[in-house]
């Protein structure tokens, strides 16, 4: 189909302008370009069905782009044959007013702040915000902030508990938010596990909630501090719990723990406190379900170093290492036995976790005093 004479001169005129970016309101028919200076639109006038003439139009911004009026799926064919995208190509995909070619952008390796702000531009949507608040270049300049509260405003229409909990702790990254905004998310997620995990994960000692230190018992501290400059890792992780920060961690996590909605929130928290306190497991996720963690977990108490030196001098009990040690191997392993035959969610899940969940907050316990 050809294009109407007044569209492809307006057109041509537009890209004789060397425009950023380029996106099409379908519903209102609209074509803006994003010029360096200024934004211009396009009213287009279809002579006969719509489709065809978007796509017509769509062809003649990929001739210019691309050399091609295959457009953006033709060239990602070209792209997979050759295993890479060259950066300097981002610039062009950004002008075919295609939502899949913008989002290839957003993921792209290459991605800077400039292209990021014109690939928003291009398209407004959370999921290509989250993707580019994944990019360091994107958060440290001038886009990460935009991006950053476009995902707050836009949690109350997200249902999915998983990126709820990627867009809080993405926009939770240092230098997005000010003070104010951060208190007033956490305000408003005191009852919503899928943000508080997104809390935890990004600002597992900087939570906004004001907790005492864990009282000690008189020399545990000195013994803990002088243990953990021997270089122990057991007693560093130990001081890091006792701590107002790590005390705000573990009431926040059996806070999420004790109603959770959905298996995402409960995966999301466990990830949450292994990571914590993964320097007791330089080895990583022992995959392993909750019996089999119990006793890895007696045998280490009993006969590691680290723990026998803890008992010894007083610095910690039985308990409080065998707590740390249980919490420390948290992994899908632990929910395998329940989720692999069950999709629930709300209270019948909570039911089918109660073997797990109550001995977990049991170890949250004993490390909250």
Known sequence: MELSSEDALRINVLLSNKPLAIRINESRMLLDGLLADREVSIQLNPEGPVEPYLKAVRAVLSEYALGTPGGYPLYLQRWTRMGTMRDESLEQLLLLAEPTAVFAVVCAQGLTDELARRAWWAVEEAENARRMLETRQVVEGRTGPRLARYLIEFLPFESDSEQITESVRLALQPGLLSDEEVAALWNKSSRKGANLVGFLKARADELPLEMPPRPTADGRQAALEALAAEGSRLAAVMLRTISPGGQAFLETSARVLAKPASQDVVNGVIDAIASYLSALRP???????????????????????????????????????????????????????????????????????????????????????
Not at 292 to 307: G, I, K, T
Not at 349 to 365: D, S
Request: proline share 5%; aromatic share 4%.
């Open 283 to 369: 080895a990583g996720d022992p995959d392993l379900d909750w019996s089999a963690l119990e006793r890895e977990a007696e045998a280490f108490v009993a006969s590691d170093e680290e723990a026998m030196a803890l008992l010894s001098r007083r610095a910690a009990t039985t308990e409080e290492l065998l707590a740390l040690r249980m919490l420390s191997g948290l992994g899908y392993g632990v929910l395998r036995p329940i989720f692999k035959r069950s999709d629930a969610i709300g209270s019948l899940m909570r039911k089918q976790l109660k073997p797990v969940l109550e001995p977990l907050a049991g170890h949250l316990a004993v490390l909250r005093g």
